[in-house]
């Protein structure tokens, strides 16, 4: 029973390597410009480069929601920024945002 219990954690710690990788790949920063800021509906709409975790292969605009409201306030329409994006209750998040020049 022992042996088993060894196994077990090395199983255990193994799976945990695995899931190392995609924790990496979800905090990668994705280029973008500010197409639009609105505050009252807590939305930016962003024209990116490729997100490979959402599978878009192609840079387009689209509109996020953002995780905390006041990332809004740090950004205005032209603005080259970096952001993390994910997907929270199915709809497109920025999680991270930052300027960049
Ligand atoms: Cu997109």
Do not use: W, Y
Request: contains cysteine; glycine residues 6%; aromatic residues 4%.
């Amino acid at each position: 029973m022992k042996r088993l219990a060894l196994v077990l954690c090395a199983t255990a710690t193994l799976a945990a390597g695995m899931f190392a990788q995609p924790v990496m790949a979800q905090s990668e920063m994705i280029n973008g410009q500010v197409t639009k800021v609105d505050r009252p509906a807590g939305k930016i709409t962003l024209r990116h480069g490729p997100i490979k975790k959402f599978d878009m292969d192609e840079g387009h605009t689209m509109v996020f929601r953002v995780a905390d409201p006041t990332m809004l306030k740090q950004v205005k329409v032209g603005d080259k920024v970096k952001f993390e994006p994910d997907r929270v209750n199915g709809q497109f998040t920025v999680m991270r945002l930052e300027k960049t020049k």
